[in-house]
């Protein structure tokens, strides 16, 4: 038996039995055409998802001002737990950003070369502010006693991370959100 069919009915074994469309056209021997033209929707807009990122967006921002409270009122041993809360929120809601948002917009906008430049604009944007806040957290996460100097720097920090913050989101409310709309 031919190496390659052995492969290809193995392969479309597995396909069906995941229900991977990948494997199944992987399956396929050498030379067969595919039946399909357009590429297949992975993704199926959920109209519940916008108002879910939207809340995502209001408790970050109250995560964040609760940090600054502290700090404000000098409660510099409370931080750290609520740096690591805000962390974990802003990673969870990257994460539904980037699964589920940006790959329904990727594939809804690809005869939409303007908007679907924008979308990766924000997304690349995003996954670098992303990576500030982490370092942000990591710097004062694991920082000693909080003293003077370590007190100025964070809210020197803390300032220009929320600027950031709220840069963003702002932005992404009213310029990227809008484009998401069932086909």
């Known amino acids: 038996m031919d190496p390659s069919l052995h492969r290809g009915t193995i392969m479309g074994i597995l396909?069906?039995?995941f229900s991977s469309d990948d494997a199944a056209k992987d399956a396929r021997p050498h030379?067969?055409?595919?039946?399909?033209?357009a590429p297949r929707r992975t993704i199926r807009h959920d109209?519940?998802?916008?108002d879910s990122l939207l809340h995502d967006h209001v408790?970050?921002?109250a995560l964040y001002q609760r940090i600054g409270r502290l700090m404000q009122d000098g409660q510099y041993d409370g931080i750290?737990?609520?740096l690591v809360n805000f962390k974990t929120r802003l990673e969870a809601h990257i994460l539904t950003e980037n699964v589920r948002f940006y790959t329904y917009l990727e594939q809804s906008l690809s005869d939409d070369a303007h908007n679907a430049e924008m979308m990766r604009d924000f997304r690349r944007e995003m996954n670098t502010i992303a990576r500030a806040v982490v370092s942000f957290v990591k710097k004062y996460q694991g920082s000693g006693t909080f003293d003077a100097s370590l007190q100025i720097e964070f809210a020197r920090d803390?300032?220009?991370v929320g600027d950031l913050?709220?840069?963003?989101?702002?932005?992404e409310e009213s310029s990227l959100y809008p484009?998401?709309?069932p086909d």
């Open 158 to 160: 803390y300032q220009s």
């Open 80 to 82: 750290r737990a609520e």
């Open 31 to 37: 030379g067969t055409q595919s039946q399909e033209t």
């Open 179 to 181: 484009l998401y709309q």
């Open 165 to 171: 913050l709220k840069q963003r989101l702002g932005r």
């Open 15 to 17: 396909g069906k039995l």
């Open 47 to 50: 109209p519940a998802l916008l």
């Open 59 to 61: 408790e970050l921002v």
